[in-house]
């Protein structure tokens, strides 16, 4: 029997504004090499932190979201708003886990790079 993910909140410190509510850790190897596969959309407060992970593809999604690429601080140090599907986001090196939310959420959060998050 699978066990449901476990889900952590996203906290922007530097912005003072709630990234997502309901993120699910995908750390195991199988959780990483699904990530948002097989989903048609991402709900609103949701999204999926895939530890560890410095880059994403989108081969077989469905939906656009955006992408918020952390080190090991917890400090932002890459974005990518609105990731379409059958793409390939290229490795951020210092980049040490990937935070795949809706879209927009990067704007709404008016979350930037060097932002240091709270999860």
């Known amino acids: 029997m699978l066990s449901k993910p476990r889900e952590v909140f ?15 850790v995908a ?18 407060d949701g999204g999926v932190w895939i530890v560890p992970a410095n880059s994403v593809h989108t081969v077989g999604m469905l939906f656009s979201f955006d992408l918020v690429m952390i080190d090991k601080n917890f400090r932002v140090v890459g974005l990518k708003e609105l990731v379409q599907p059958f793409r390939v986001v290229w490795p951020k090196l210092r980049a040490e886990s990937v935070i795949e939310l809706p879209a927009h959420t990067i704007f709404r959060s008016r979350t930037e790079v060097g932002d240091e998050l709270i999860i």
């Open 10 to 24: 996203v906290y922007n410190k530097s912005k003072e504004t709630f990234l997502a509510f309901r993120v699910a």
């Open 27 to 44: 750390d195991s190897i199988l959780g990483r090499l699904v990530g948002l596969l097989g989903r048609k959309s991402l709900k609103p």
